[in-house]
């Protein structure tokens, strides 16, 4: 099982995904469909960098990870 550092492991919000909505939404003019549509906010983990839709790529583990899984396991707390 890999070890992080204790200061990278403070760095990790607990209990959260690579993204997490905010829980504020707004809505935003689509030009194409001529109608607003929800935009939802979110909160990007430190170590999550955005990439081309669903995946991303993880700093922490260097590799592609998708949004809502949480590869680096620590969701579950399985990082000691």
Do not use: A
Not at 27 to 32: A, G, K, L, P, S
């Amino acid at each position: 099982m890999k070890r992080l550092p204790r200061k990278l492991k403070k760095k990790i919000p607990e209990g959260f995904y690579c993204y997490e909505f905010t829980g504020k939404t707004s809505q935003v003019w689509n030009e194409e469909y001529k109608i607003f549509v929800p935009s939802y906010g979110i909160k990007l983990c430190p170590f999550y960098k955005s990439g081309d839709g669903l995946f991303g790529e993880c700093k922490l583990l260097n590799c592609e990870v998708i949004d809502q899984v949480k590869e680096c396991s620590l969701k579950l707390g399985k990082f000691k």
